[in-house]
Structures are given as structure tokens and as C-alpha cells.
């Protein structure tokens, strides 16, 4: 992608009076000021889409927060396949202690949890049998299930992304409904 880019502090008034108002906004909602330093701007030809994706690269602060122009759009958020098939883990191996909501075989493995937190198992019996059954399940072919719809309606549709897991774990894709959208979307880069 072509992209144009210019130091926030010479950007147009308009830019900076938004960066001006997200801050203010999640520092109400979060009660914490983010220290943005970037802002991307995108626009979206009507209809368009933006596909699955995380914002986490690394260096990128744990606070993500877009405000949008023009159309409705709707934003979606899926686990990530690693953290849906019981991965995550260091080197992409087992994440026993993270069971998202969600998740494959959810029940089954908050009930191994519970032996092991009762004393049942042990940490070397419990890693075997979440192992086990992690072997055992048959991973769906399309494992892109939206968990949450988040509706951005129109302009001045404000989104506030939290947390350092956030865009590890899941993922999400925008859906751009009717006519063309800006978005400004604050980042800060460590
Ligand atoms: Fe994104």
C-alpha cells in the first residue's frame, strides 16, 4: 500500500484537534492518558472491507483508539486460531493456563483446570490430559468466528481497543456498510 507520511505535530489542525479528543475520551474511559504519537488515516471506498487482522505489532502500546467519518461500518473480533486450538503458548506450544471464553473444548478444559486446582491432578497430569485432548479435537476448517460485533454508526463512531493481550489473542476485521468512511485511528509507538 502507498502510504503518505507526515510528523503529527505538522499535521492539519483537523488531525490534531481529533488526536485531541480520543485522548481526552479514553483518558474518561480508561482513567489513564494515552501518550499517542501516531495516527493512521485510512479511507474506505463504500462497501469496502478490511479482512482479519491484529493492530499488535510489535512496539505498539496496549491502547488503540480510532474514530470514524462517512458510513456505518461494522467491527468483528475472533479468537485467534492459535488461542482457539488450546496454542499461545511459548514457541507456539500449549497454553495451559489460558482458556479464553470461547475456545475450543472450553468446558472440558475448565474442568481439567478444576482437578488441577483442587489437587486432583498434578501440573505433569494435568499438561498431559489438556495435551490429550487438544490432540483429540477436530479443528474446524474456517476457524474465523466472529465472537463479538461491535456496531461503529457513522460519523463520529468512537472505538477504544484495551489491553496488551487484545491484539495477540483475538483478532478483527471491519465491515464498511453503504457510503465511503474515514478513519483516525491513535496508536502510540514505544
Ligand atoms: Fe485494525
Redesign the pocket.
Known sequence: MKTQTTPLDDAPEVLRTVKGILIETVSQVLGRTPQFNEMLCIGNYPNMS?GW???GERGVGPVVSSMSFGGEAVMKFCMHKKYLVGRGGKGGGYAYDTILPGCLEEEAKRALMAKLVSGEYNEKQYREQFKALMNSIKVPSNTKKPILEFPLPGTGALMIQFGPSLNKRYE?M?ENKGIARLVL?CRTLE
Open positions: 478490511m487482522h491484529q493492530d478483527h471491519v485511528t
